[in-house]
C-alpha cells in the first residue's frame, strides 16, 4: 500500500501539498502568504511563533480558518542583521542562544550548543503559545528542518507530535539533508512525505525557479508529495530581512509567490492531474 | 540666564536639535534614519532597544558613531498589529504587558497598570542592554512620553539620568501633553529644553507637514528648541506597522523624510539663522 492509498485515494495518485513556510517572518511574508492562499494554490502553510511579524499573522489566521495552518518549529534565526530569538526568556533557555540572546544561525551551532531540555522547553512553549492565541494548528514542521540537527532533538519533535496529535513532517531526503539517518528514527507505521521538493540555488542563479517547479510539477510520481515555498515580495523590507543571503532571499521569495499564483501553474497542475491535499485532510484521515 | 547663553552662546541664537526618533522600530525607519542622518539635518537621534529591527540599528549604530544617539527609553508599543514587549522577561515586569506579553499601547494603560518597581528594572535593563551592544549614548528620551505618564517614573526617569550621566529630554509642554505638573518635577538647575515641536495631526490631514514645519523654522526663538520627527518611508512595511493609525502613520513618516533631507529646508535654516545643535554637545556643555 502506497502512501497515496494509505490516504485513501488511487494508488497512481499524484498527491500534492503546496506548502508555504515563514508566516509571521515579516510583514511581506504574512501579506505574500495571505494572498498566495486566496488567490494562488498554496494550500496550507505554517507560522514562526518566535518572529516580530507572528501576532499580525496569528489575527490573520484568526480571520481565516478555512487555511490549513501549522506550527514551523523554529530553533535557528538564519539572518544577518534581522534577529531574534525564543518565544521563552532566555534565561530558561541559555543554550538555544548567542550572546545576544537571538537564535544561532546555523543547525551545526545548535546541535554544538543546545539541551534536548532547553530544546523541548522551547518547542513545547512554542505550541503553547499557538494554543494560547486561540489557533487550531493543523500540522507541525520546522524552520530550516532544525529539529533534525541531532537524533535527540528529533525524538523531541517525534514526541510533540504525538502528544498534541498533529502530524508532523517527516521525510527522507530532509532527515538526510540534515544529517539524520531516516532507519533509526522511522518506525512502521509513521506517517511519511514520500517526496519533498524546495527551490534550488543553482536553479535560482541560472533560470529562476519557476523552470524548477515547472519541471517538478511535470515529473510528479504517485504518492504523498510536497513543495517547500517561502512566498514574499522583493521589496525593502524582505531585503534588509535577507541581506547577504540570496538563497532563500528576497528575490527568491518573489518568484516563489509569481509562480504559485499564476494561471499557468494552476493549468499545468489540471493539465498533469495532480490531486492537491491538505495537512488537515492528512490529519483526519490518519486519525 | 536663557538657555542659549547656558549652552555657551549669545542669548538670542535661536539653538534647534532636529531628532529622529523611533530608530529601530523597522527596518524602513531604520534605513530613513541614516539617510536623514548623511543627506539631511538631523543631526541627533534615538533608538528603541525593545523593537525588532534594534540589532540592525545597532550595527548602524556602530559603523557611524559621528552621529548623536540617544536611547528611546520605551514602556508603550502603540501598534494595533506589529507588537513588542520588553526586553527583561514578562514574568520578571509583569505589571508592564497586555495578555499576550505586549506593552501597552497608550499611556494610560501604563499608568494604571505599570508598578514603579518594574518600570524600573525595564528602564535600566533598556539602558543596559544598549551598553552591553557596546553603544555610547549621548541622551535619554521616552517612546511617546509615556515616562511621564505617572509621576514616580517620570522620577526614575530623572534618577536614571543622573545615574548614567546623560541628559534627559525634560520640557513643559511634553509634561503637560501627559498630564504632569512640570513645577512639581522641575529643580533649578535642572537642563530644559524650551520649546518642542511633533507634526500637529490637522496639519498633517490638511496642507501637510512641510508648511507646519517651514512655519516654525520661520517662528523660532532663542534658546532650546528641539523639533522631534519619525523618519520612516510610505511602503508596505512602514503601513504594515502602522496600520489604522494614520497620527504617526506612514505617509506622515515619509513627510517628515521628505522635509528634513529637503535642499529648501536647509536654506530656510540657513536665512533664519537657526544654529543647530546636538544632544552630544549639550552632555559635553553641561559636564
Chains 1, 2 share one sequence.
Not at 485515494?9 to 498566495?36: C, R, V, Y
Not at 532507519?183 to 543553482?202: C, L, M, N, Q, S
Not at 515547472?214 to 504517485?222: F, G, V, Y
Amino acid at each position: 500500500m502506497n502512501t497515496a492509498q494509505r490516504l485513501g485515494f488511487d494508488k497512481n495518485t499524484k498527491l500534492l501539498i503546496i506548502h508555504a513556510d515563514d508566516a509571521g517572518l515579516s510583514h511581506s511574508e504574512n501579506m505574500a502568504t495571505i494572498q498566495a492562499l486566496e488567490k494562488g494554490i498554496v494550500n496550507s502553510y505554517s507560522i514562526m511563533l518566535p518572529c516580530p511579524w507572528f501576532h499580525e499573522m496569528a489575527v490573520i489566521a484568526k480571520n481565516n480558518p478555512q487555511y490549513d495552518l501549522g506550527i514551523h518549529l523554529t530553533l535557528t534565526c538564519e539572518w544577518e542583521n534581522y534577529r531574534f530569538g525564543p518565544v521563552l526568556p532566555i534565561s530558561e533557555v541559555p543554550s538555544l542562544v548567542d550572546e545576544h540572546g537571538h537564535f544561532f544561525k546555523k543547525r551545526e551551532q545548535l546541535c554544538k550548543n543546545a539541551t534536548p531540555e532547553d530544546v523541548e522547553k522551547e518547542l513545547r512553549a512554542q505550541i503553547e503559545k499557538a494554543l494560547g492565541y486561540g489557533l487550531a494548528p493543523t500540522h507541525m514542521d520546522s524552520h530550516m528542518y532544525s529539529v533534525g540537527s541531532h537524533p535527540e532533538f528529533f525524538k523531541i519533535y517525534q514526541k510533540l507530535g504525538k502528544q498534541y496529535q498533529l502530524p508532523i513532517l517527516v521525510n527522507e531526503q530532509l532527515m538526510q539533508m540534515v544529517g539524520l539517518d531516516p532507519k533509526a528514527h522511522i518506525k512502521e507505521g509513521d506517517f511519511v512525505i514520500d517526496r519533498t521538493y524546495v527551490g534550488e540555488f543553482p536553479y535560482f542563479e541560472k533560470e529562476g525557479l519557476a523552470t524548477y517547479y515547472q519541471s517538478i510539477l511535470e515529473n510528479l510520481t504517485p504518492g504523498a508529495n510536497l513543495i517547500l515555498i517561502h512566498p514574499a515580495f522583493d521589496e525593502h523590507e524582505m531585503q534588509g530581512v535577507t541581506i547577504n543571503h540570496p538563497n532563500f532571499g528576497a528575490a527568491w521569495r518573489q518568484q516563489d509567490f509569481d509562480f504559485f499564483t499564476s494561471e499557468k501553474t494552476m493549468e499545468i497542475l489540471e493539465k498533469q492531474q495532480i490531486q492537491l491535499v491538505t495537512w488537515g485532510a492528512i490529519r483526519n484521515i490518519l486519525k
